[in-house]
């Protein structure tokens, strides 16, 4: 079976300050995906990220940045020096390369809230 | 990647009556795939549909109240069916994307009184 999990329900921060939100995943495919999904209160899906099971080099952009280990399953994924515009629900997700037509599971979701 | 055109954006419907959402896709697509999001929670996948075959459904989730349409690659409608207000949601389409990447559509958010 494939699981999504992300413990932190939700988060505040003051402006300015790094955030770190968690995603643990399982999964039995040695091959899968995972996926980090941004969803402001407006409810579209904004792709942030996609990284292979094969490629465990963590990954920058701009204040973005992923850790990903394959040894603890984990997926983290850090905001820097947060802004008010972050402030969103932040979806982990997971793909195995052949499970049940390529559907996605998803976390059940971290709420970020910046505060000024 | 793909652009998805979802409608409508948002609606407030009475019950006992139908809803049926579209998403349209700039190009080709095997498989498209429904997802609901209830108030407060994460996405759960309705269905997944191929072109030219019934759609597959997930637990929970039967045809009778959800059925789906795919006349061709690039067109798909998912019908909410004899509605309550148990099935307001945000109702999101999404296509598989090139290198296993994925599109959602803009979502349609029900409300039904």
């Known amino acids: 079976a494939q699981k999504v999990t992300q413990a932190q329900t939700e988060i505040s921060v003051v402006e300015k300050e790094d955030v770190t939100l968690d995603c643990v995943y399982e999964?039995?495919?040695?091959?899968?995906?995972l996926f980090w999904y941004k969803q402001p209160p407006s409810g579209e899906l904004v792709f942030l990220i996609r990284?292979?099971?094969?490629?465990?080099q963590n990954e920058i952009s701009g204040r973005y940045s992923w850790n990903f280990q394959k040894s603890t399953s984990s997926f983290n994924f850090t905001i820097t020096a947060s802004q008010v515009v972050d402030s969103a629900v932040y979806f982990c997700?997971?793909?195995?390369?052949?499970?049940?037509?390529?559907?996605?599971?998803f976390g059940q979701g971290t709420e970020l809230s910046v505060k000024p | 990647s793909a652009v998805i055109s979802q409608k409508p954006s948002r609606d407030i419907c009475q019950r006992g009556t139908s809803l049926t959402i579209q998403c349209q896709v700039d190009?080709?697509?095997?498989?498209m795939f429904w997802y609901r999001q209830q108030p407060g929670q994460s996405l759960t996948l309705i269905a997944t549909?191929?072109?030219?075959?019934?759609?597959?459904?997930e637990s929970g989730f039967v045809i009778d109240k959800f059925p789906i349409s795919r006349p061709n690659l690039t067109f798909s409608t998912l019908t909410v069916s004899n509605m309550s207000p148990e099935d307001s949601s945000i109702y999101l389409c999404?296509?598989?994307?090139?290198?296993?990447?994925?599109?959602f559509g803009s979502g349609t958010r029900l409300t039904v009184v």
């Open positions: 990284r292979n099971s094969f490629d465990e």
């Open positions: 190009s080709q697509v095997t498989m």
């Open positions: 549909a191929n072109q030219g075959s019934e759609a597959t459904y």
């Open positions: 999964t039995r495919d040695t091959t899968y995906y």
């Open positions: 997700a997971l793909r195995g390369a052949y499970n049940q037509g390529g559907k996605l599971i």
């Open positions: 999404s296509v598989a994307a090139a290198n296993y990447g994925y599109t």
